[in-house]
């Protein structure tokens, strides 16, 4: 069964330091996502990407953040300049979108990457 | 505005006997609600879906929801809890006004005994 990839499983930089996680997405879905867990607070949304744009962004998602499908396959998720509070773990996620429906939806996740700031 | 309550952080339930774990939306919205399992070092796993049709929701390995409008709940069961369902569970909300940004609720840790 297809699955959404993600690498590094754990990264672990220093403050201040620009990091990239990157996901290969399921093949033929259409709209991806990312998600930060800060540990032991809720899965949030930062992120929703369609059609080589952002679709909708969170407001934790500033000009810290960007995000970029370089080719087929890939989306990544740049943080320009790392903060303590980045530290997170994050996840990737893809959904078919089919008929534009993207709210019924089922959402596939990858395993995430741990973010470590130093 | 849209949310999600999940009701208990830690459940801790015997092998063999009945899961509950109770979930509790708002949503000016029309409501798809979702439950995902996150075993460790795992990704989010679906465990089923709620889009509009039938309000019993039948899901993999066992488990199953209820929607319930009146009582905007979600509640996640299963009749018998095995040793593998040990995991976090998360009950999440997507609705209509959004491009598909899930709204998770804190998640339930579950925990089986022998």
């Known amino acids: 069964e297809p699955e959404v990839t993600q690498t590094p499983s754990h990264q672990v930089t220093q403050m201040g330091q620009e990091v990239i996680l990157r996901c290969v997405p399921i093949?033929?879905?259409?709209?991806f996502y990312w998600y930060r867990q800060i540990l032991g607070q809720k899965v949030e949304f930062l992120v929703s990407f369609y059609n080589n744009e952002i679709s909708e962004k969170s407001e934790i998602f500033d000009d810290q953040f960007s995000v970029e499908r370089p080719d087929g396959s890939n989306f990544t998720l740049k943080i320009r300049s790392t903060k303590l509070e980045d530290s997170a773990m994050y996840f990737c996620a893809s959904t078919p979108g089919l008929a534009g429906r993207a709210y019924t939806d089922t959402q596939y996740f990858g395993p995430g990457t741990r973010l470590t700031v130093l | 505005a849209q949310s999600v309550t999940q009701l208990d952080s830690h459940v801790s339930v015997s092998e063999g006997t009945p899961v509950l774990l109770r979930c509790n939306y708002s949503s000016s919205y029309s409501p798809s609600l979702f439950w995902y399992v996150q075993h460790p070092n795992k990704g989010l796993q679906l465990l089923l879906k709620y889009t509009s049709a039938a309000t019993l929701v039948k899901g993999i390995n066992g488990f199953e929801a209820e929607f319930k409008k009146s009582e905007t709940s979600f509640h996640l069961t299963k009749p018998s809890a095995h040793m593998s369902d040990a995991a976090e569970y998360f009950c999440?909300?997507?609705?209509?006004?959004?491009?598909?940004?899930?709204?998770f609720g804190k998640g339930t840790k579950l925990s089986v005994k022998p």
């Open positions: 093949s033929n879905h259409l709209y």
């Open positions: 999440v909300l997507n609705y209509g006004g959004s491009q598909g940004n899930l709204i």
